[in-house]
Nanobody, 118 residues
Framework: QVQLVESGGGLVQPGGSLRLSCAAS????????MSWVRQAPGKGLEWVSS????????NYADSVKGRFTISRDNAKNTLYLQMNSLKPEDTALYFC???????????WGQGIQVTVSS
């Protein structure tokens, strides 16, 4: 069965960095676009970034452009999100999600908490 497991979250001071990882299993990882989506306390889901199957094309929300970098290692079935210059407004539960061309984001991880606070 499809499984997505995030790791790497935690508490960081403003201006700091974190790298999130998402270990994928149960499907052919290298065949799918993947995304990061977040949910801040009391707010709805916000798409953060996506990457194509081969890793050569990426997209970012304006709110994170220039600060976050999405990448993937298809040999390790792992998705990454490098987050630099973190701000308090980046505090959220971060999810990795598989993107299906017909179904949209059809599988999600359980989420990992990122808290940016001094």
């Amino acid at each position: 069965q499809v499984q997505l497991v995030e790791s790497g979250g935690g508490l960081v001071q403003p201006g700091g960095s974190l790298r999130l990882s998402c270990a994928a299993s149960g499907f052919t990882f290298s065949s799918y676009y993947m995304s990061w989506v977040r949910q801040a306390p009391g707010k709805g889901l916000e798409w953060v970034s996506s990457i194509n199957a081969g890793g050569g094309s990426t997209n970012y929300a304006d709110s994170v452009k220039g600060r976050f970098t999405i990448s993937r290692d298809n040999a390790k079935n792992t998705l990454y999100l490098q987050m630099n210059s973190l701000k308090p407004e980046d505090t959220a539960l971060y999810f990795c999600a598989r993107y299906h061309v017909v179904l949209g984001h059809d599988y999600w991880g359980q989420g990992i908490q990122v808290t940016v606070s001094s």
